[in-house]
């Protein structure tokens, strides 16, 4: 099974943000953990990260034609961008949303997530584990084992 894990806008940066927040993890490291989840999981996982909402969209097109299940973490996008949403919408295999911090916990415009309805599953505010609840989530909900 081909998992697409795209990180959005700042995450690349992740190891220098608030670590009471995110841990303190850099993106890098954070990549490491899902490919060897992946591995463990037996799905094969290829993770992007991009800060435009351009390419993030083009990512999530192309993964139309390949990917059996979608992770994705659009970073400040999710609680804004139609555009990302739409894209989203267009997948016909599973979407996990997935954050790093507890959104619920935040600021009033980070509770919002225009994403949110048209996910299958969301996983929030348990760092990096969450991908990995994404990823044995997708890999017992994927129809195609290969
Ligand atoms: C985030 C939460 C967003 O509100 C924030 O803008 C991020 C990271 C998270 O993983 O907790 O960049 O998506």
Redesign the pocket.
């Known amino acids: 099974m081909q998992v697409v894990v795209l990180n959005g806008?700042?995450?690349n940066a992740l190891a220098d943000r608030d670590s009471d927040?995110?841990g303190g993890v850099g993106l890098d490291d954070l990549e490491t953990k899902i490919y060897a989840w992946g591995r463990e999981l037996g799905c094969s996982v290829r993770c992007l990260q991009t800060n435009s909402e351009g390419q993030f969209i083009d990512w999530c097109h192309d993964a139309r034609s390949w990917a059996k299940g979608v992770i994705v973490?659009?970073?400040?996008w999710?609680?804004y961008s139609y555009a990302i949403r739409d894209a989203l919408e267009l997948f016909k295999v599973p979407v996990v949303e997935v954050?790093?911090?507890d959104?619920e916990k935040?600021e009033d415009w980070?509770r919002v997530s225009v994403i949110a309805d048209v996910v299958t599953k969301r996983v929030i505010g348990k760092g990096p584990d969450g991908y990995r609840e994404a990823l044995v989530f997708l890999t017992h909900k994927g129809n195609d084992a290969s």
């Open positions: 806008v700042n995450l927040l995110y973490n659009p970073g400040a999710t609680h954050h790093l911090s959104i935040r980070r």
